[in-house]
């Protein structure tokens, strides 16, 4: 009881030390949020115009908005990758770290959300998708499967996140039975969660470069690669600012992870290639696009292309450094993250309508509009996982706690 009654207390000053900084964290916060200020303009002017002031169309429905929402879902994998050698293998190291992958997942499946959001084009009217209110199509619609495993994975990173947190404010030991179920249940449910974006695309017919059997292992072991890389570089940024975390073990570790993880993407990349070129049917027409071009259509060559390069590169690069060499393994993981980025946005969702099911090929590439709303989620994202950060380190290193009856 008197835990629930200090809940309010630590609402308010968990929202005070959250927002209060020095120079540079202001600076980084009034930068966060003109980016996001832009975004929510640009995003004004699609409302009130239609999607037709994007260079999205009619025979290319999916671009910048839905790669990035695919991207996202595997970054939320970050709080998984800490939490299976935490709490599965016991790796004592991770234990302390487990958080920000944890804060790490709520910030970016927040950001995932606006992009189904801005993606909509008429948000308004995705009041159909609430159960018992509008036809939410449950267990037929993918899509309604998608609303579901999202919505459970935030909500489960949610309580682990402020459990832990509240624990520690009031300097506890949290209760097994009140922060396991919930541990597990995300390590499970994030599995579920890449599965079924994965089973989004390749479950419609009409689209045959996303009818692959391998779509939904790539879609796990790029989410894994992608989480862990971005779970590097924001542990030695946040060792920077603070040393309430010890962050090498952990930093370790997943670079283990990381190094098995880009053999696999790389293995699996190249076993959905040699498929589709070595059939040689039909169906490889949006593969041809996607690598050659096509009729002298030519646009995503260049991406797909850079991706695989970066991919490679920071393979060499891992496997020729050890864990002392920060910066190239930071170079390595950076490079992971744009070729991610490229491989389940742009370089996955576009071919599937070029060309399109009439044969017609109607290119696309996101306008200035797409990209300033793109920036405006993302630097939302970052605004929650800064303030997430913040609040944590706060609580660790024993500035914030509760006081002693």
């Known amino acids: 009881m008197s835990a629930l009654l200090n809940y309010p207390r630590f609402l308010w000053k968990a929202l005070g030390v959250a927002t209060d900084g020095g120079i540079p964290f202001i600076t980084w916060m009034t930068a966060l949020t003109a980016i996001a200020l832009v975004g929510i303009n640009a995003w004004a002017h699609q409302l009130s115009g239609g999607m037709a002031l994007t ?43 487990v ?17 189904v959001t801005v993606d909509i084009g ?38 682990a996140t402020g459990y832990l947190l509240y624990m520690r404010y009031l300097g506890r030991k949290p209760e097994k039975r009140w922060i396991l179920p919930f541990i597990f249940g995300s390590i499970v449910w994030a599995f579920s ?24 292992p790539r879609f796990v072991v790029s989410a894994f690669l992608s989480g ?17 975390f010890e962050v090498k073990g952990a930093i370790s570790t997943l670079l283990k992870i990381v190094r098995v993880t880009i053999l696999l993407n790389l293995f699996l990349v190249a076993a959905e290639v040699f498929t589709e ?55 390595a993981c950076a490079l992971i993250l744009v070729a991610i980025w490229i491989e389940k946005g742009m370089a996955m969702v576009v071919p599937g309508f070029v060309p399109d099911t009439l044969h017609d090929i109607v290119e696309y590439l996101p306008n200035a509009l797409e990209w300033k709303v793109s920036a405006g989620v993302l630097a939302v994202v970052l605004m929650v996982f ?4 913040k609040l944590a380190s706060a609580i660790f290193s024993g500035e914030m706690r509760a006081e002693k009856p």
Do not use: K
Not at 231 to 240: A, D, G
């Open 55 to 97: 260079a999205l169309n009619d025979h290319v429905s999916w671009g910048l908005y839905v790669g990035n929402f695919s991207y996202g879902v595997g970054l939320a994998a970050g709080a998984v990758t800490m939490m299976l050698p935490a709490y599965i293998f016991h790796d004592d190291d991770m234990h302390d770290v």
């Open 99 to 115: 958080i920000v992958g944890q804060i790490l997942a709520v910030a970016v499946i927040i950001g995932s959300l606006i992009f």
């Open 122 to 159: 008429r948000p308004e009217q995705s009041w159909h998708l609430i159960p018992y209110i509008g036809r939410f199509n449950w267990p037929v619609s993918m899509l309604s499967w998608d609303v579901v495993v999202l919505s459970v994975y935030l909500g489960l990173n949610l309580h």
């Open 193 to 216: 969660l890449h599965t079924v974006a994965a089973f989004l695309y390749c479950g419609l017919g009409g689209r045959p470069i996303w009818n692959s059997a391998v779509l939904a």
């Open 228 to 244: 862990a890389a971005i779970m590097v570089i924001s542990l030695q940024i946040l060792s920077r600012f603070t040393d309430t």
């Open 277 to 331: 070129f070595y059939t040689g049917t039909t169906h490889a027409v949006s593969a041809q696009y996607l690598f050659f071009g096509l009729h002298g259509h030519n646009a995503l060559v260049p991406w797909i292309w850079s991706a695989l390069a970066m991919e490679v590169v920071a393979a060499l690069i891992l496997f020729t450094s050890d864990d002392t060499h920060l910066l190239r393994l930071d170079i």
């Open 386 to 389: 800064t303030l997430g950060l």
